[in-house]
C-alpha cells in the first residue's frame, strides 16, 4: 500500500487562467501532504505543508494567493495555480505521510507536469 | 536554514559500488533520508538514518555521523535500472523535509 495519485499529469494552459492540482492518498489516509515544485534538473523544492483541516503553512518565498492548498479530507489535498504565468511552468510533485505513521517517510505522487503558454 | 549539499554528478561501472555523499547545515534535525527519482517520476524513499551508523538495505546501504553533519548512500552491484538521480533529505522540525542538490548516477557497461 502507500499510493499517491495526481490529477491531471499533465496540463497545458494560457497565462492568466488557474489551474487545479489533486493529491490524492488511495489507500491510506493522510493528516499532512506536502507540495513541491521541481525545475529541470534540479532539487525539490518545499512549496507548502498541509494539513487536513486547517491553514496550509507557506514557505517563505511562497505566495499564498498565488499558490491556493485546500485539504479537506484525509486522503485529497489541492493545489491552485491561480493567474498562471510562464514562470510558474514546473513539475509539482505531492507527497503524504501516513495518518500515524513514520515522520521519516512520505510517499510520493507521479507528480503534474504544468506548462504555461 | 536548511542546505545539503551533494556532487552533482557521479558515474559508475555496472556491477561497481559508488558511494554518494551528502553534507548538510540545518537549525533542526531529526534524521537524514534517501531517495530516488528516475527522469520525470517521482521520488521513491529509500532509506532513513537518524542514529550514527549504517543501515543496510539490500544493495543499499546508507551512514550518518550527526558530529560531522554528514551521510552517505552506498550503492552496490550497481545495475543499469540504478541510473537514476538520488537526493539526501533532512528531516527537521514541523515534519518539514529539505532535499539536497541531486546527484544524477549513471551507470554504464
Known amino acids: 500500500g502507500a499510493v499517491v495519485s495526481q490529477h491531471p499529469s499533465r496540463v497545458i494552459c494560457k497565462s492568466g487562467t488557474s489551474v487545479k492540482i489533486e493529491c490524492r492518498s488511495l489507500d491510506f489516509q493522510a493528516t499532512t501532504m506536502f507540495w513541491y515544485r521541481q525545475f529541470p534538473k534540479q532539487s525539490l523544492m518545499l512549496m507548502a505543508t498541509?494539513?487536513?483541516?486547517?491553514?496550509?503553512?507557506?514557505e517563505q518565498g511562497v505566495e499564498k494567493d498565488k499558490f491556493l492548498i485546500n485539504h479537506a479530507s484525509l486522503t485529497l489535498s489541492t493545489l491552485t495555480v491561480t493567474s498562471a504565468h510562464p514562470e510558474d511552468s514546473s513539475f509539482y510533485i505531492c507527497?503524504?505521510?501516513?495518518?500515524?505513521?513514520?515522520?521519516?517517510?512520505?510517499?510520493f505522487g507521479p507528480g503534474t507536469r504544468l506548462t504555461v503558454l | 536554514g536548511q542546505s545539503l549539499e551533494q556532487p552533482s554528478e557521479v558515474t559508475a561501472v555496472e556491477g561497481a559500488i559508488v558511494q554518494i555523499n551528502c553534507t548538510y547545515q540545518t537549525s533542526g534535525f531529526y534524521g537524514l533520508s534517501w531517495y530516488q527519482q528516475h527522469d520525470g517520476g517521482a521520488p521513491t524513499f529509500l532509506s532513513y538514518n537518524a542514529l550514527d551508523g549504517l543501515e543496510e538495505t539490500g544493495r543499499f546501504s546508507s551512514f550518518l555521523s550527526r558530529s560531522d553533519s554528514y551521510g552517505y548512500l552506498l550503492l552496490q552491484e550497481l545495475q543499469m535500472k540504478d541510473s537514476a538521480s538520488y537526493f539526501c533529505?533532512?528531516?527537521?522540525?514541523?515534519?518539514?523535509?529539505?532535499f539536497g542538490t541531486g546527484t544524477k548516477l549513471q551507470v554504464i557497461p
Open positions: 507527497s503524504a505521510r501516513k495518518t500515524g505513521g513514520s515522520y521519516n517517510e512520505q510517499f
Open positions: 498541509s494539513n487536513e483541516g486547517s491553514k496550509a503553512t507557506y
Open positions: 533529505a533532512v528531516r527537521g522540525g514541523y515534519q518539514k523535509v529539505t
